[in-house]
C-alpha cells in the first residue's frame, strides 16, 4: 500500500533551525506536499517538490530525493508562531491524479 | 475571500440522528474533498468530487454518504451517526489535479456523537 511516515514530534528553540523529514512509499510518484495546521486551524499548503533538490521560500525550505524516497522540510530562524503540525502528502497513484494520502504528522513545538 | 467555507462549526449529536455538513468553495475548483481528522492519524479522505455531479470514495467512505449538485457546493451526509464518526472533518478544493496545485481547506466542522 502506499504510506508516508514522519516523526510524531519535534522540539527546538526559538532562532534555531529544525528540520521534518518524511519517507513514503508509494507504486508510484506525483510529488511531495507540505502542509502546516496550528491547533485548532486549518491546514494550509507550503511547499511542493516534483524534482530532487532544494525549494526555498522564505524562511521554509523543502528537499526532495526520488530515489531515497525521502523529503525534509526546513524551517530556519524559528519562531514562536511556527510550532504547528506539519505533514507531507502524496498523490496517490492508484487512483489516478485525484486522491492525496496524508503522512500522521509533525508537531513542532518551538522553546522560548 | 471566503475560499472555503464549512457550516457548522461545531455540532453535538446523538447516535442515530442524521445531518448533513455544508461546503462551498468560491474560487471556480473542480475538484473538491472531504477529511476526517482523528488524533494521531493525520488527515484521511472520505469522499472525493472531481465535478459538478460527480463523487467517489475515499479512503473511509463507510456511513458517509456525498452529493455535488452544484459546482461550488460538497455535501457530506451522515445517516445514522455513530459515536465512531466522532471527529473534526475538513473539506478541500483544488483547481485540478495537477500535483502542483495546493489544495485549499475549510476551517473545519467538529462533531461529538454521544
Known amino acids: 500500500g502506499q504510506s508516508l511516515e514522519q516523526p510524531s514530534e519535534v522540539t527546538a528553540v526559538e532562532g534555531a533551525i529544525v528540520q521534518i523529514n518524511c519517507t513514503y512509499q508509494?507504486?508510484?510518484?506525483?510529488?511531495l506536499s507540505w502542509y502546516q495546521q496550528h491547533d485548532g486551524g486549518a491546514p494550509t499548503f507550503l511547499s511542493y517538490?516534483?524534482?530532487?533538490g532544494l525549494e526555498e521560500t522564505g524562511r521554509f525550505s523543502s528537499f526532495l530525493s526520488r530515489s531515497d524516497s525521502y523529503g525534509y522540510l526546513l524551517l530556519q530562524e524559528l519562531q514562536m508562531k511556527d510550532s504547528a503540525s506539519y505533514f507531507c502528502?502524496?498523490?496517490?497513484?492508484?487512483?489516478?491524479?485525484?486522491?492525496?494520502?496524508f503522512g500522521t504528522g509533525t508537531r513542532l513545538k518551538v522553546l522560548a | 475571500n471566503a475560499g472555503v467555507t464549512q457550516t457548522p462549526k461545531f455540532r453535538v449529536l446523538k447516535t442515530g440522528q442524521s445531518m448533513t455538513l455544508l461546503c462551498a468553495q468560491d474560487?471556480?475548483?473542480?475538484?473538491m474533498y472531504w477529511y476526517r481528522q482523528d488524533p494521531g492519524m493525520g488527515l484521511r479522505l472520505i469522499h472525493y468530487?472531481?465535478?459538478?455531479?460527480?463523487?467517489a470514495k475515499g479512503e473511509v467512505p463507510d456511513g458517509y454518504n456525498v452529493s455535488r449538485l452544484k459546482k461550488q457546493n460538497f455535501l457530506l451526509g451522515l445517516e445514522s451517526a455513530a459515536p465512531s464518526q466522532t471527529s473534526v472533518y475538513f473539506c478541500?478544493?483544488?483547481?485540478?489535479?495537477?500535483?502542483?496545485?495546493?489544495?485549499?481547506f475549510g476551517d473545519g466542522t467538529r462533531l461529538s456523537i454521544l
Open positions: 478541500a478544493s483544488s483547481r485540478d489535479s495537477n500535483s502542483n496545485q495546493p489544495q485549499h
Open positions: 508509494t507504486s508510484g510518484f506525483y510529488g
Open positions: 517538490n516534483a524534482l530532487d
Open positions: 502528502a502524496v498523490r496517490d497513484p492508484t487512483s489516478g491524479t485525484y486522491k492525496y494520502i
Open positions: 474560487m471556480n475548483h473542480e475538484y
Open positions: 468530487s472531481v465535478g459538478e455531479g460527480t463523487t
